[in-house]
């Protein structure tokens, strides 16, 4: 005989047999935290993809830094695929049921602290590889300062900021402006040793001295990358784009801390 399927019958007293209480089984939201975690590697190859877009690579940035960076930027990836081949090489011990329980676990904890050595190493050699970078794009950045012009630099900027001492905010917004300049001041500015000791002979404290400096620093390299000189704008672009590259960073920390078990 032919299967007769039942059917639901209005009529019939809601909740029995013939006409149940239809039930929405909502399905279970994701775990934000399992997300934001898959999502990491994502994030790696996308800060990564805008730093190599954003950076100049042409033969107007040395050759010393274009190696440092594309070095960091691989040790940076390197941490991803070193995490995920890991995690499941030890998932592999903790479910291989030919071994002892006790076996299972010493070879997965040795496999994952294994490659928190690694990773830590390729994280540890990107970190090394941009602070050089940083600090050589910044030199190739500044405008240079000539000797000849050394001293009326020195007294324009004394004439500039002399009423302002004592007024850090209004010290710091001349200084600003004058780190965009392209001419003898704006070189002078971004001396950070000459700015340093400036700032310490005007009784700038060093936490004032050190945030002042930042800002310079940040003008300088804005006005580089928008320069006319193709070897200081080669500089100051990349130097721009590095932020990309400390975000990839630390994005493959968070990947390496999550996928390895560290606290």
Same mark, same amino acid.
């Given at each position: 005989?032919?299967?007769?399927?039942?059917?639901?019958?209005?009529?019939?007293?809601?909740?029995?047999?013939?006409?149940?209480?239809?039930?929405?089984?909502?399905?279970?939201?994701?775990?934000?935290?399992?997300?934001?975690?898959?999502?990491?590697?994502?994030?790696?190859?996308?800060?990564?993809? #805008?730093?190599?877009?954003?950076?100049?690579?042409? *033969?107007? =940035?040395?050759?010393?830094? !274009?190696?440092? &960076? $594309? %070095? @960091?930027?691989?040790?940076?990836?390197?941490?991803?695929?070193?995490?995920?081949?890991?995690?499941?090489?030890?998932?592999?011990?903790?479910?291989?049921?030919?071994?002892?329980?006790?076996?299972?676990?010493?070879?997965?904890?040795?496999?994952?602290?294994?490659?928190?050595?690694?990773?830590?190493?390729?994280?540890?050699? #990107?970190?090394?590889?941009?602070?050089?970078?940083? *600090?050589? =794009?910044?030199?190739?950045? !500044?405008?240079? &300062? $000539? %000797? @000849?012009?050394?001293?009326?630099?020195?007294?324009?900027?004394?004439?500039?900021?002399?009423?302002?001492?004592?007024?850090?905010?209004?010290?710091?917004?001349?200084?600003?402006?004058?780190?965009?300049?392209?001419?003898?001041?704006?070189?002078?500015?971004?001396?950070?040793?000459?700015?340093?000791?400036?700032?310490?002979?005007?009784?700038?404290?060093?936490?004032?001295?050190? *945030?002042? =400096?930042?800002?310079?620093?940040?003008?300088?390299?804005? %006005? @580089?990358?928008?320069?006319?000189?193709?070897?200081?704008?080669?500089?100051?672009?990349?130097?721009?784009?590095?932020?990309?590259?400390?975000?990839?960073?630390?994005?493959?920390?968070?990947?390496?801390?999550?996928?390895?078990?560290?606290?």
């Amino acid at each position: 005989m032919p299967e007769i399927t039942p059917t639901s019958n209005s009529m019939a007293p809601v909740g029995s047999e013939e006409n149940p209480i239809p039930v929405n089984v909502k399905p279970e939201a994701p775990d934000p935290v399992v997300t934001a975690i898959a999502a990491l590697p994502g994030a790696v190859s996308r800060h990564t993809a #805008a730093f190599r877009n954003s950076a100049d690579y042409s *033969a107007n =940035l040395p050759a010393d830094i !274009r190696q440092a &960076l $594309s %070095a @960091a930027s691989s040790a940076i990836e390197s941490t991803i695929t070193t995490a995920e081949q890991a995690r499941e090489r030890a998932d592999g011990f903790r479910n291989d049921i030919r071994l002892y329980p006790e076996g299972r676990e010493v070879l997965a904890s040795e496999a994952m602290k294994t490659a928190q050595e690694a990773a830590g190493e390729s994280l540890a050699d #990107a970190d090394a590889r941009i602070t050089v970078a940083d *600090a050589l =794009l910044y030199e190739a950045a !500044r405008p240079t &300062l $000539s %000797a @000849a012009d050394g001293m009326t630099a020195r007294a324009d900027l004394q004439m500039l900021t002399q009423r302002h001492v004592g007024n850090s905010g209004a010290l710091a917004d001349v200084l600003k402006r004058a780190a965009q300049r392209n001419d003898a001041v704006g070189a002078l500015v971004a001396n950070s040793t000459y700015l340093t000791d400036f700032l310490a002979a005007n009784g700038v404290d060093s936490v004032t001295s050190s *945030a002042i =400096l930042t800002l310079v620093r940040a003008e300088v390299t804005r %006005a @580089a990358a928008n320069s006319g000189d193709p070897k200081r704008a080669a500089a100051g672009r990349t130097s721009l784009a590095v932020t990309e590259l400390k975000r990839a960073r630390a994005a493959a920390t968070n990947y390496k801390r999550h996928m390895l078990g560290e606290k």
